[in-house]
Nanobody
Framework: QVQLVESGGGLVQAGGSLRLSCTASGSIFRINAMGWYRQAPGKQRELVGI???????NLADSVKGRFTISRDNGKNTVYLQMNSLQPEDTAVYYC???????????????WGQGTQVTVSS
């Protein structure tokens, strides 16, 4: 089993910054990709950014130029640096990972419990 633990959410004023972290633990052979989704009240969950193993990260158009996604493979951790936050960024942010549990197993998707980000105007 794999657990994803997020941290770094909170309340910030518009124009401020937050950094989210998510660390994966458990029986991990390889993390194929890690990233972040978010879900605002009354809206569908949407991809914010994702970074595949050995590749550059990809970010949603709505956050490009403001957010940065990075990954520390040695720590099984993905980061989301969020700058110039706006009220429309308010949402629950969920960590997401695609993990291979052993050399011969398929890959599985896992989700964190979510962390609240609130941006006040």
């Amino acid at each position: 089993q794999v657990q994803l633990v997020e941290s770094g959410g909170g309340l910030v004023q518009a124009g401020g910054s937050l950094r989210l972290s998510c660390t994966a633990s458990g029986s991990i052979f390889r993390i194929n990709a890690m990233g972040w989704y978010r879900q605002a009240p009354g809206k569908q969950r949407e991809l914010v950014g994702i970074i595949a193993d050995g590749a550059d990260g990809n970010l949603a158009d709505s956050v490009k130029g403001r957010f940065t996604i990075s990954r520390d493979n040695g720590k099984n951790t993905v980061y989301l640096q969020m700058n110039s936050l706006q009220p429309e960024d308010t949402a629950v942010y969920y960590c997401y990972a695609i993990v291979t549990l052993s050399g011969r197993s398929p890959s599985y998707s896992y989700w964190g419990q979510g962390t609240q980000v609130t941006v006040s105007s």
